[in-house]
């Protein structure tokens, strides 16, 4: 696009999908901007080379904002009706209106997630975090905004708020499922995980202490380092789980040539024949 079409108003138009056109590009604004009553947009592989992006759809359900970015790019949003919602591509994402949100995608193939500020979601069900690297900051601001979620998966990789890639910090197992007591599905990938089997992730645990609506785990898991507590890990997501119905352990990547790769693999294994039904290894 180089020129910006006449586009009148399009009142009538409730979808609309734009592939793979500059942002800054005036075609794409005026086409948006000149459907007030959109209830479905999709921007896909669209460029944006830093700078801000800003829009406010008072009427969109259902929107997906799928960016190629070189540079920083932030993205501010506003769309009190939106019920499915997914972001690619943004360092900075500011939220408003998120009442009637039931499903939430953040995602980064390239570069660092660095802040979320979405206020509360209190209808959310679904939210999913994926991405090579987001601050701490940013994802713990995202859980804390969804309280009342039924399924999670957590897909990033490192942590750290520059270009260094660091761990996750210690996650207490018992204050992260307290913080979510309705999360039915959990989807975990290998650094959360690992954040969880730490020295002190599961001092809290104790008889009181369930996770009552829990019936579906798929973890990753990508090193047998802290072998003895991944074992705990899970042995207690069973145990404290009465609506369990299934896990699912994915070994992946996992080098052969690490001395305990063997070992914990066996542990593994005995571990799912002790809960023959409920567990399977991919």
């Known amino acids: 696009m180089t020129r910006a079409p006449a586009w009148g108003q399009l009142e009538r138009l409730r979808v609309l999908e734009i592939v793979g056109a500059a942002l800054r590009d005036v075609a794409v604004n005026g086409a948006v901007g000149a459907c007030p009553n959109l209830t479905d947009l999709a921007l896909i592989g669209c460029e944006c080379s830093g700078g801000a992006v800003a829009m406010t759809l008072p009427l969109v359900e259902r929107c997906r904002l799928d960016f190629v970015v070189s540079g920083n790019c932030s993205l501010a949003l506003a769309a009190p009706r939106v019920e499915s919602l997914e972001m690619q591509g943004f360092c900075w994402i500011s939220l408003q209106g998120g009442n009637a949100l039931k499903n939430l995608t953040v995602a980064k193939n390239t570069g660092s997630v660095y802040n979320v500020e979405m206020g509360k979601l209190p209808g959310l069900e679904k939210l999913s975090l994926r991405g090579v690297q987001w601050s701490w900051g940013a994802v713990s601001s995202a859980l804390q905004c969804a ?136």
């Open 147 to 282: 309280r009342e979620l039924k399924h999670l998966v957590m897909k990033v990789e490192f942590c750290g708020d520059h270009d260094t890639l660091e761990p996750f910090p210690e996650v207490d197992l018992v204050d992260f499922f307290n913080s979510h007591p309705k999360l039915t599905k959990f989807e975990i990938h290998g650094a959360m995980f690992a954040a969880m089997c730490q020295k002190n992730s599961l001092k809290n645990l104790d008889s009181r202490f369930s996770m009552p609506c829990l019936e579906e785990v798929l973890i990753t898991v990508r090193s047998p380092l802290n072998a003895e507590l991944k074992l705990s890990t899970l042995e207690s997501l069973v145990k404290y789980s009465p609506r369990m119905q299934r896990m699912v352990i994915r070994i992946s990547q996992m080098k052969n040539c690490h001395g305990s790769a063997d070992g914990f693999f066996e542990e593994i294994c005995k571990f799912m024949y002790m809960n023959n039904g409920r567990v399977r290894i991919e």
